[in-house]
């Protein structure tokens, strides 16, 4: 994981768990306004299609450069929104898993911008996971199941698409102790 990514997810995951940037990495101003009308508990991602998220975003903070100028940012706000989700949380997923390089393949396998194993993308009905809108809705359906099966906790989530359900569930529903996967 590129130095310039790392605080943005450990912002992100922070965020999740209610806190602020400035929290996050120490003396950032905070870019995200807390919503007074939801609470704390339940700010993670947008919990239905088309709903507002909690948080909403500064301009001069956005994860990468303008939507206009972001790689991908058409097809990556239409696979998210159809999955329920934030956009920004999408474009995060990709800059991490695979730096927007849609050739980019893992080692066990996993293919894409989202970084998709192809019996996930399977299990979603994609059968092609390495172009790039196939990858996209197979990645963020995914990510959608798994936030509604850890109650919306995206620090879960995040957990789970990076080292895999099972892994969350084996340390009792807890971020698994790899390295790769806390960082």
């Known amino acids: 994981m590129t130095a310039r990514i790392r605080p943005r997810l450990i912002a992100l995951l922070c965020l ?83 730096a927007y390089r849609p050739a980019a393949v893992s080692p066990k396998g996993a293919v894409g911008l989202m970084q998709v194993l192809p019996e996930t993308a399977q299990s979603y009905g994609v059968h092609n996971p390495a172009e790039v809108s196939a990858n996209l809705q197979a990645g963020t359906r995914h990510l959608r199941g798994l936030m509604d099966r850890f109650d919306n906790r995206l620090d879960l989530a995040l957990a789970a698409y990076n080292a895999g359900e099972g892994a969350v569930k084996r340390h009792g529903n807890a971020i698994p102790p790899y390295a790769e996967t806390r960082s």
């Open 16 to 98: 999740a768990a209610g806190a602020d940037i400035a929290c996050a990495v120490g003396t950032l101003p905070s870019p995200y306004r807390l919503s007074p009308t939801v609470s704390t508990a339940t700010m993670t991602t947008m919990s239905q299609p088309h709903q507002r998220s909690a948080y909403q975003m500064d301009d001069r903070y956005r994860l990468a450069k303008p939507d206009d100028q972001r790689p991908y940012a058409a097809q990556i706000a239409s696979a998210a929104r159809q999955s329920g989700l934030d956009p920004e949380l999408v474009h995060a997923v990709v800059a991490v898993e695979s």
